[in-house]
Structure formats: structure tokens, C-alpha cells
């Protein structure tokens, strides 16, 4: 999944000067039809907008950023130059992190002193409350450094389309010190659902050894709520009403959604929006990995809560991409399609190299390691063996022309990697098969090389008004022309895949039940 240079073809057979090709025009034309061994690989500006869609479409400086403080580092091929080279303008980006420009900006009129007299005259009686927005909602920061453990929460608003899991609201809850967005789906604002809603985050914080010590809310608290945080020996703080600048959770929401947003608008166009609540997982992992850390800037977010994220185990991708499944032979007929065709809604992050995907067919979910992913608005990343050869090249001739001293400083690690590249190196020397036939040499042709201007990528609008008028309701009401959803079943790979190493335990089933309040 790594391209290893930026012109694929770069390495062109050579032609001996001496015997010039004896090829006339007509044999030139006819060689159209021997293509031989043609293998497909990937160019940079695929990897990079694979990448990108992978983590929601953030806005590249952001993704520059996060690239640079190394949170990133397991992603493959991910670096720096990649993203700032080959990442081509993204409609889905824009279509999440647009704001409206900006005031006395290029203005036709010289007027600059007259503002800054009227800027002083104002600060210096009432300093207005928009000042805080430009420090990016720090103005909470002496109330939190006062208090460790202090987490914001908040609720946004009802989301346009019901889920299949009876889910309308998004509770976020904003922990200070590591700088975390916490998400979770809730189907409703009763007590039950808000208390339930807290007694998960707050075992979710201290499962990873975070208390909470400090709870700072809206001034709309209920008894109920306010019983619970006091049992968990958590103190609360009500916001002054109509004064949404102290709670940090309003600032939260706001780059959650833009976040959000933004990974919806890369979706298939046949994908059920009715699923958006499986997506909340991915853009909660996604979001705290572009976030750093207040206690140690060298972390992320995501890495202070679970640990350092491994690409190559727990793989993603983007949301709501078509996909095939692989059926089983005892899972299948003699004649059936290999396959089942599935969408992609979240990681599996306690299986090894598997996805979970929704079968539209069955209206069941499904954790697989045999999979074809069918991206629209990218291509999956791929890699041929003579750019794994020259990538075991590569690495193979920077440790070489390193001095002694510098290889007595590597790492054990460094010297594994060393150790690692040789064996590669080695082995697609040695074991390589000859072709079987011999490929009809061609005369070169003039390279193409890639647009001087890399054109944006595509996206889709799932959730304007016109297509939320044309999703159909979820309601449990068995109507003439509403059938009420069943239970929606998880399903395990059988255990007799190879594929999967997570496939030693038997068949799982977990119900989850969608009945209205």
C-alpha cells in the first residue's frame, strides 16, 4: 500500500543504441495487444486521498499538523511530503470546515485607524464576549487548571433521520486535560437516557484511568442526572443560562459536527443513512488522533485514553464504502456468489485486521477479514513486487551509507528493521518465479506524467434537505407501507476461515433491541 516514487514509470526497460528496433508502424500499433503481466499499482495522490477520507476528510493543515507531532506514525506511507505534495483539493473537506469569510478583509476602503480607535474605545469599557472565540474557547482555562479531572458535557441537536437504533441526539462530553471529545448516540432527552448516557462515559474515563472530578453542564439539569454525578463522588458546576462561552462542550460540538460532517460527505450514494449512528466510533477515534494532548504534547488524544493506534492491526476505512464479504463454502451453496455485498461502518478493534459491515440484505451487522472494499470518491491503494523490491532497495542503502558510529547508535528496533529489510530483500531475490511467458519486447513509449493541477475529489450531500425529505421514516408502527426493522444481529466470520486469526472462538450472536419508548 506504499507507492515508492511519484512517477510510476520511471524505470523504463533499456534499448541498446547500437541495434536500433527494427519495428515498423504497423507492428508498433498491433503491440497494443500483448499486454503481459500488466499489474496495477498505486500513485501518491491515491495513497494520500485514501488516507484522507480513512480520517474523515480534516482540513490539511490540521492533518499536516498531526503528521509532524508523529501520532500517525503506523499508518503506512503516511508521511509529511505525501499529504502536502499529492493531496489534491477535497469538495468533502470544504463541505464540512466551510466558514463565511471574514469582514474588512481586501477592503476597497483605507479605513484602518478609524477601527482601531473604535476597537480600543470598546475594549477599554466592555470587552466584548466574541473575544474569547479567538483564542478558540480558552476562556474556561483558568477554571480548569484550577481543577484536574474537569470534563464539559453538552447535547447537540436532533440529528435529521432517525437510526435503525432509535438514535436522534449525539451527547458530547469534553475532557480538559487530555483534550478528548467523548461521543455517544442517544435516542431520546428523558432522565433514563441521560443518566445512561453519563454512566457510560463516565466507566469509559475510568477504565482508562482517568476520574472525572469536576462536571460543568448546561443550567437544564434534571434530578435525576445531578443524583447520579453526586453518587460517583463527581462535583457539579451549572452554567450561567444564555451564557454558553464557560462551557467548553459548546466549542466541542461545534468540531465534532464540522468533523462529522465532513466524513458523511464521502459516504456511496446507496449507503442507508439511517446507520449514521455506527459512524460515531470511527469519527470519535479519528478526531481524538488529530487532537494533542495538554499533558504530554508529544500524544495524542486518542493515545492518552487507549494507547498508542496500530494501522496494520485495527485497519479503517473510509465511511460507508461498498464492499463484498466473503461467504464461507459451508455457508453457501455450490453455485452461490463467493461474496455478499455489504457497506463498511466501523473498525473492529477487538478482532485482528477485520471490519464490520452492514449487510443491507439480512439488516445485520457482520466482523470480517476476507473483504473487497469499492471506495467512490478514491481508490484502494496497492503496491506491485517491483515496488516492494525497490522499497527493501531503499531502505536497504540508507543503512549502508551510514558510518560505524551511526549504526552503533540505532535502536534494537532500527537494528530489527535493518535485519527485517535484508530477510525481504532476500527472499524476493531467491524465491522469485520466472514468467512463464516471455513477454514480446515493445518499444517504449513517452511517459504521461500526472496533471500539473490535481483535480478535487468527489462527494456526496447525505444529509441535505432534499435527501432527508427522500429517506424513508424509521418508526416501530406496522403500517401499509412500513414494515417495523427486526432485531439487529452482530454476526462473526464462520471459524473455519484461515483469513481471520480472531476465528478460534465460536459463533457469537448479540441481540440489540429498537423497540420505541
Known amino acids: 500500500m506504499i507507492p515508492i516514487t511519484d512517477k510510476p514509470n520511471a524505470i523504463q526497460p533499456t534499448i541498446n543504441q547500437t541495434s536500433p528496433p527494427t519495428h515498423n508502424f504497423d507492428t508498433i500499433n498491433s503491440a497494443k495487444e500483448f499486454a503481459t503481466n500488466t499489474i496495477q499499482t498505486s500513485t501518491m495522490e491515491e495513497l494520500a486521498k485514501y488516507y484522507h477520507q480513512c480520517l474523515l476528510s480534516p482540513p490539511k493543515l490540521t492533518l499536516l499538523q498531526s503528521i509532524n507531532n508523529q501520532p500517525l506514525r503506523t499508518f503506512p506511507g503516511l508521511t509529511y511530503g505525501l499529504i502536502s505534495k499529492h493531496l489534491p483539493p477535497s469538495t468533502a473537506t470544504d463541505k464540512g470546515h466551510m466558514k463565511q469569510r471574514k469582514q474588512n478583509i481586501r477592503s476597497t476602503r483605507s479605513n484602518k485607524t478609524d477601527i482601531q480607535h473604535a476597537k480600543f474605545e470598546v475594549m477599554d469599557m466592555h470587552p466584548p464576549r466574541q473575544m474569547c472565540a479567538a483564542l478558540d474557547m480558552f476562556c474556561f482555562a483558568a477554571l480548569a487548571d484550577a481543577n484536574e479531572g474537569i470534563m464539559y458535557t453538552d447535547l447537540t441537536g436532533k440529528f435529521p433521520v432517525r437510526s435503525y437504533k432509535n438514535n436522534q441526539y449525539v451527547f458530547v462530553a469534553y475532557f480538559y486535560s487530555l483534550n478528548a471529545i467523548i461521543v455517544r448516540p442517544m435516542p431520546n432527552r428523558t432522565d433514563n437516557a441521560m443518566v445512561a448516557t453519563f454512566k457510560d462515559i463516565i466507566e469509559h474515563l475510568k ?69 449514521w449512528d455506527e459512524f460515531l466510533p470511527q469519527a470519535q477515534m479519528t478526531l481524538n488522533m488529530l487532537r494533542t494532548s495538554r499533558q504530554n504534547p508529544n500524544k495524542t488524544a486518542y493515545e492518552e485514553l487507549h494507547g498508542q493506534f496500530d494501522f496494520n492491526k485495527t485497519p479503517i476505512a473510509p465511511l460507508g464504502t461498498r464492499a463484498l464479504i466473503y461467504d464461507d463454502p459451508d455457508s453457501r451453496t455450490s453455485w452461490a456468489p463467493h461474496g455478499t455485498d455489504a457497506f463498511y461502518v466501523s473498525p473492529a478493534l477487538l478482532h485482528y485486521r477485520c471490519l464490520r459491515f452492514f449487510n443491507p440484505e439480512s439488516r445485520s451487522f457482520r466482523t470480517s477479514g476476507s473483504y473487497k472494499l469499492y471506495p467512490t470518491h478514491c481508490t484502494n491503494p496497492s503496491i506491485s513486487q517491483a515496488d516492494l523490491t525497490l522499497q527493501a532497495a531503499n531502505e536497504l542503502c540508507k543503512t549502508l551509507q551510514m558510518s560505524h558510529a551511526q549504526k552503533m547508535m540505532l535502536s534494537t528496533q532500527q537494528k530489527l528493521q535493518h535485519t527485517k529489510a535484508l530477510n525481504e530483500l532476500t527472499d524476493i531475490i531467491t524465491n522469485s518465479t520466472p514468467p512463464r511467458v516471455v513477454p514480446i519486447e515493445t518499444p517504449p513509449l513517452e511517459p504521461v506524467g500526472p496533471p500539473r493541477v490535481n483535480a478535487p475529489s468527489t462527494s456526496v450531500n447525505p444529509t441535505s434537505p432534499n435527501n432527508i425529505y427522500k429517506t424513508k421514516l424509521v418508526h416501530q408502527r406496522k403500517t401499509r407501507s412500513n414494515t417495523p426493522m427486526p432485531t439487529i444481529i452482530e454476526e462473526i466470520e464462520p471459524p473455519n476461515n484461515t483469513t481471520n486469526r480472531s476465528n478460534n472462538q465460536p459463533k457469537v450472536t448479540i441481540t440489540t433491541p429498537t423497540t420505541l419508548p
Open 207 to 275: 477504565s482508562c484511568g482517568h476520574q472525572p472530578q469536576l462536571n460543568v453542564m448546561d443550567n437544564e439539569c434534571s434530578k435525576a442526572v445531578k443524583t447520579y454525578i453526586n453518587s460517583e463522588n463527581i462535583n457539579i458546576q451549572l452554567v450561567e443560562p444564555h451564557d454558553h462561552r464557560v462551557n467548553a462542550a459548546e466549542r466541542a460540538i461545534q468540531t465534532f459536527k464540522h468533523h462529522f460532517i465532513a466524513g458523511l460527505a464521502t459516504v456511496d450514494i446507496d449507503f442507508p443513512i439511517q446507520l
